[in-house]
C-alpha cells in the first residue's frame, strides 16, 4: 500500500503542474467577436465596401426594412422576417394602437372632442388586425415604404393612418400642441441574431458609441438605439447561453402569451411619456407611469426589459403524497418569482408594497444612523440592512451627502407637481431654469448657499445615465436657497 503511494506521487504532482502550466481550452475567456458580427451585417446588407462615413441609417431602413405609421410611432421592421413572424408584426402593431387608446382615456377629463381621432384608430386597427403580410416579403423593391402600399390597403385606410399620425403626433386630443409633432421610431428585431447585428453594427458606424456597444453583455440586451431609432428584440437570450451564443432566442411569449406586447408598450410608452414631460418628471416617475398603462392595458405586468431570465429557474422538489396514486404524479407548479413577481403587478404591487412598509416598520429605530434602514427588499424573508460606516465627524451618512439627497428629492417633488398633460407646457425644455432659480433666490432677499446636485443629462433625444449638463439645464452647482424659493413659488406656498 505504502509502496503504491510513492509510485502515484510523481504522477500526481506532474500532473498538477502541467494542469497550472498548459492553458486549457475549456477555461479560455470567450467574448463576442463584434467587429466580425458587425462585417457580416454589412455584407448581408450591401454595404461591405462601405466605410461608417459613407453610410446612414435612414439609407440602412430604406433598404431591407420595411415601415408603416401607427398613430405617434413609426415602426420598422426587417423584409427577411416578413414570412415567418408577420403575425408578431401584426399582434405589436395592435398593441401599440391599443396603447394610444389607452392614453386618450387618461386624457379624457379634459373634455377634448376625441371622436374623430377614435374612429381613425378604429379603422386602422381593424385593417392591421386583418392584414397578411407574408406576401410583402415577396415583393420586389419592397424597403422603405409603408405597409399599406405594399399591401394595398384601402384608401379610407390610408387616410385614416394619415389622420391618426397628425392628430396624436400634434397631441391634439389630448389637449396639446406639440411642435414638431411627435414621430417615435421603432425597429423591432425578431431574432436575437438580428438584434445583436444591428447593436454590433451601430458600434462599427459610430466610434462615439463603440465602447458602449461593443461589449459582451449585448447578447443579454434587450433595447438599444440606432441615432434616435430604438431597436426592441422580440427574444429572450436564454439563460445560462454560452458567453459567444447570440443566436440563440427565447420567444418573449413563450411562458406567457402576451409578455411581448406588454414588453414593446412598456418600452415605448416610456418615450410617449417623456416626449410630453421633457425634463419636468424624474425618470423612475416616467417608467412608473409606462408601468400603469401596461396594467391598465393587460390587466397585469409581467415583462423583464432588462432580458434576465435567471429568476425563472426552481429547484426540483419531490413530496410524499398521502393516499396518493402509486405510479406517482405532478405537484403545482413552484413559482421560481420573487414575490415582487408573484402576482405580476395584479394589485399595482400595493399588496407586497405594504408588506414591506409592515416588516420593516421599527427597524429603523434599532439603526443608531436611521438614513440605512430597510428601503424594501426582492427576496422571501426579512432583511435588515447594515449601517452605512461611521465618517470621520458625525455618525453614518455625511452631512454634505445628506443635503444633496435631500435636495434631489425636493426638485423631483417639484417636478412631479407638474401635470405632463397641462396645455401649454407640454414640450417645455429647463431653458433657462439656472437663471430663474437664481432670481428668485434674490428676490426671497436670503444669501446664497451653494451646493453641488447632479442633474440627468441627455444623449441624442434620449436619457443618459448619471451626472451631467443637458441642453438648455443647468449643471454643477445650484443654490439651495433658489430651489425652495422656486418649489415655494411654484407649490403655491
Given amino acids: 500500500m505504502i509502496q503504491r503511494s510513492t509510485t502515484l506521487a510523481p504522477v500526481l504532482v506532474l500532473g498538477f503542474v502541467l494542469a497550472l502550466a498548459l492553458p486549457c481550452a475549456g477555461n479560455e475567456v470567450r467574448g463576442l467577436p463584434h467587429e466580425k458580427i458587425a462585417k457580416d451585417f454589412l455584407v448581408m446588407h450591401g454595404l461591405a465596401d462601405k466605410s461608417p462615413g459613407d453610410v446612414s441609417i435612414d439609407a440602412v431602413l430604406a433598404r431591407d426594412f420595411v415601415s408603416t405609421r401607427v398613430g405617434m410611432f413609426e415602426?420598422?421592421?426587417?423584409?427577411?422576417?416578413?414570412?415567418?413572424?408577420?403575425?408578431?408584426l401584426k399582434e405589436c402593431l395592435?398593441?401599440?394602437?391599443?396603447?394610444?387608446?389607452?392614453?386618450?382615456?387618461?386624457?379624457?377629463?379634459?373634455?377634448?372632442?376625441?371622436?374623430?381621432?377614435?374612429?381613425?384608430?378604429?379603422?386602422?386597427?381593424?385593417?392591421?388586425?386583418?392584414?397578411?403580410?407574408?406576401?410583402?416579403?415577396?415583393i420586389k423593391d419592397a424597403g422603405g415604404k409603408d405597409l399599406t402600399a405594399l399591401l394595398s390597403a384601402p384608401e379610407a385606410v390610408t387616410?385614416?393612418?394619415?389622420?391618426?399620425?397628425?392628430?396624436?403626433?400634434?397631441?391634439?386630443?389630448?389637449?396639446?400642441?406639440?411642435?414638431?409633432?411627435?414621430?417615435?421610431?421603432?425597429?423591432?428585431?425578431?431574432?436575437?441574431?438580428?438584434?445583436?447585428?444591428?447593436?454590433?453594427?451601430?458600434?462599427?458606424?459610430s466610434e462615439e458609441w463603440k465602447s458602449t456597444y461593443w461589449v459582451d453583455s449585448i447578447a443579454d440586451w434587450s433595447t438599444c438605439w440606432m441615432d434616435d431609432v430604438q431597436v426592441i428584440a422580440l427574444e429572450y437570450a436564454p439563460g445560462g447561453h454560452a458567453p459567444d451564443d447570440y443566436a440563440a432566442g427565447e420567444a418573449l411569449n413563450k411562458r406567457d402569451p402576451k409578455v411581448m406586447e406588454q414588453q414593446l408598450v412598456q418600452l415605448s410608452s416610456y418615450r410617449v411619456f417623456e416626449y410630453l414631460y421633457g425634463e419636468r418628471a424624474p425618470v423612475a416617475f416616467l417608467g412608473g407611469l409606462a408601468m400603469n398603462l401596461v396594467i391598465d392595458q393587460f390587466g397585469e405586468l409581467n415583462t423583464r426589459v432588462d432580458g434576465d431570465l435567471r429568476g425563472r429557474t426552481a429547484a426540483r422538489r419531490e413530496v410524499f403524497v398521502a393516499g396518493g396514486a402509486s405510479g406517482g404524479g405532478f405537484l403545482a407548479k413552484n413559482s421560481a418569482e420573487t414575490r415582487w413577481r408573484e402576482d405580476h403587478g395584479k394589485d399595482r404591487f400595493v399588496r407586497v408594497l405594504r408588506l414591506s412598509q409592515k416588516e420593516g416598520d421599527g427597524l429603523d429605530k434599532e439603526l443608531k444612523n436611521r438614513l440605512a434602514g430597510p428601503l424594501g427588499r426582492r427576496g422571501r424573508g426579512p432583511r435588515r440592512r447594515r449601517a452605512l460606516p461611521r465618517r470621520r465627524g458625525?455618525?453614518?451618512?455625511?452631512?454634505?451627502?445628506?443635503?444633496?439627497?435631500?435636495?434631489?428629492?425636493?426638485?423631483?417633488?417639484?417636478?412631479?407637481?407638474?401635470?405632463?398633460l397641462a396645455p401649454g407646457q407640454v414640450g417645455q425644455r429647463r431653458e433657462g431654469r439656472a437663471g430663474e432659480v437664481r432670481a428668485a433666490a434674490r428676490e426671497a432677499g436670503r444669501p446664497e448657499r451653494r451646493v453641488r446636485v447632479r442633474v440627468p443629462g441627455r444623449v441624442r433625444g434620449r436619457r443618459a445615465f448619471g451626472s451631467g449638463r443637458g441642453e438648455g439645464e443647468p449643471g454643477g452647482s445650484v443654490p439651495r436657497v433658489a430651489l425652495e424659493a422656486e418649489m415655494n413659488r411654484r407649490l403655491g406656498a
Fill in 159 to 205: 387616410a385614416a393612418q394619415k389622420r391618426l399620425a397628425e392628430g396624436l403626433g400634434k397631441g391634439e386630443a389630448l389637449g396639446l400642441a406639440l411642435a414638431p409633432p411627435a414621430r417615435l421610431r421603432v425597429l423591432l428585431a425578431p431574432t436575437r441574431r438580428e438584434f445583436v447585428e444591428l447593436v454590433c453594427f451601430v458600434g462599427w458606424w
Fill in 394 to 420: 458625525g455618525r453614518g451618512e455625511a452631512p454634505a451627502r445628506r443635503l444633496r439627497r435631500r435636495l434631489r428629492r425636493d426638485a423631483a417633488r417639484l417636478q412631479v407637481r407638474v401635470h405632463p
Fill in 94 to 138: 395592435a398593441a401599440l394602437l391599443d396603447a394610444q387608446e389607452q392614453i386618450l382615456d387618461w386624457s379624457k377629463p379634459a373634455g377634448r372632442d376625441q371622436k374623430v381621432v377614435r374612429a381613425d384608430l378604429k379603422t386602422v386597427s381593424g385593417w392591421v388586425k386583418g392584414m397578411r403580410t407574408a406576401g410583402a416579403a415577396k
Fill in 75 to 88: 415602426v420598422h421592421f426587417p423584409i427577411a422576417g416578413l414570412e415567418g413572424r408577420s403575425g408578431d
